[in-house]
Nanobody, 120 residues
């Protein structure tokens, strides 16, 4: 089994910062793409940022230059540093990891979700 546990998030003022963390554990051979998605009320879930195991990153246009995704492969952990937060960043944020198990099959695993609220 694979577990994905998120931490961080909470509330911030516009222009403020928050950091999310996500640890993947369990029966893992290798972790490939790790990413952060978000879902605002009444909206579809969208990909915010992703990072490959070689460090290549990708961001949705709305967070480019404000959010930074990073990972520590030794700790099976991915982070999302969110700066210059805006009210439109308010959403539930989900971590997602593409994991290769000991039988070499691939599966996607999701974290439990973390609320991020940006409000004055």
């Amino acid at each position: 089994q694979v577990q994905v546990v998120q931490s961080g998030g909470g509330s911030a003022l516009p222009g403020g910062s928050l950091r999310l963390s996500c640890v993947v554990s369990g029966n893992i051979f290798r972790i490939y793409t790790m990413g952060w998605h978000r879902q605002a009320p009444g909206e579809k879930r969208e990909l915010v940022a992703s990072i490959e195991d070689d460090g290549i990153t990708d961001y949705v246009d709305s967070v480019q230059g404000r959010f930074t995704i990073s990972r520590d492969n030794a700790k099976n952990t991915v982070y999302l540093q969110m700066n210059y937060l805006k009210s439109e960043d308010t959403a539930v944020y989900y971590c997602k990891a593409r994991v290769q198990g000991p039988t070499y099959s691939f599966d996607d695993y999701w974290g439990q979700g973390t609320q991020v609220t940006v409000s004055s």
